[in-house]
Nanobody, 124 residues
Framework: QVQLVESGGGLVQPGGSLRLSCTASERTFITHSMAWFRQALGKEREFVAAISLSGGSSAYADSVKGRFTISGDKAANTVYLEMNSLQPEDTAVYYC?????????????????WGQGTQVTVSS
């Protein structure tokens, strides 16, 4: 069974930066778009960003626009999330997901493969 493996989480001070990575465990895995979602303690999972690995288009939640950048490498089945100007409200478990749809949807039900999550904590 294909797994998505996230890395890059950790503890950072407000205003700091982190870069998350997510790679599929099998090179033959077919994915056309990938996304990041996050879930803070006691809250529902929410959309962060998505990218079409086929066309390059991307989408962002309003709360992260201008601070986060999603990028991807289709040949490597890998997606990255560059996070800048991090704030305490960005603290959450960040999940990577993939879809065979080419459009970078923001709704979770379009994504059928999920990673285990990586913790991001923003605190002084």
């Amino acid at each position: 069974q294909v797994q998505l493996v996230e890395s890059g989480g950790g503890l950072v001070q407000p205003g700091g930066s982190l870069r998350l990575s997510c790679t599929a465990s099998e090179r033959t895995f077919i994915t056309h778009s990938m996304a990041w979602f996050r879930q803070a303690l006691g809250k529902e999972r929410e959309f962060v960003a998505a990218i079409s690995l086929s066309g390059g288009s991307s989408a962002y939640a309003d709360s992260v626009k201008g601070r986060f950048t999603i990028s991807g490498d289709k040949a490597a089945n890998t997606v990255y999330l560059e996070m800048n100007s991090l704030q305490p409200e960005d603290t959450a478990v960040y999940y990577c997901s993939s879809s065979r749809n080419t459009f970078p949807y923001s709704a979770a039900y379009y994504y059928d493969t999920w990673g285990q999550g990586t913790q991001v904590t923003v605190s002084s």
